[in-house]
């Protein structure tokens, strides 16, 4: 990594089919419903706890098929430095919530320039 930018702010945990994961509660993330029309919206941390949604996960290297993991809040830091690469707004950063040689990725989001969008999982394929 070439720039890496770092900053202090709360946390959020989140279990991510049932795999724990700690991010900023500014950040957003890739949620969809796996029995809908597969449609990935990108929505808020903070607009997620109680509501259904299940996290897009997918391999950007090894997965040719779509998976889903349910989201829950488990718990918040007040104050975490935190260490991430430098991204443009609405870029998104992969982010393996399994290990092993082929892990699951969860996306999220730092900046996004309307309150939601979108993404074409074709593109990513």
């Known amino acids: 990594l070439i720039f890496l930018e770092s900053f202090s702010a709360p946390a959020m945990v989140l279990e991510?089919?049932?795999?724990?994961?700690?991010?900023?509660?500014?950040?957003?993330?890739?949620?969809?419903d796996s029995g809908g029309a597969g449609e990935i919206e990108i929505l808020p941390l903070t607009s997620l706890n109680d509501r259904?949604?299940?996290?897009?996960?997918?391999?950007?290297?090894t997965s040719y098929t779509l998976n889903w993991g349910p989201v829950k809040i488990t718990n918040f830091y007040n104050d975490?430095?935190?260490?991430?690469?430098?991204?443009?707004?609405?870029?998104?950063?992969?982010?393996?919530?399994?290990?092993g040689k082929?892990?699951?990725?969860?996306?999220?989001?730092?900046?996004?320039?309307r309150q939601s969008e979108m993404i074409d999982y074709g593109a990513l394929i």
């Not at 991510?16 to 969809?32: N, Q, R, Y």
């Not at 259904?52 to 290297?61: D, K, Q, S, T």
């Not at 975490?80 to 992969?94: D, E, R, S, T």
């Open 16 to 32: 991510i089919g049932g795999k724990e994961i700690t991010m900023p509660v500014d950040w957003s993330l890739a949620v969809g």
């Open 52 to 61: 259904g949604f299940e996290a897009f996960l997918f391999n950007p290297l």
């Open 80 to 99: 975490v430095k935190w260490y991430f690469p430098k991204m443009k707004n609405g870029q998104l950063l992969a982010t393996p919530i399994t290990d």
């Open 102 to 113: 082929d892990p699951l990725c969860a996306y999220f989001v730092k900046d996004i320039s």
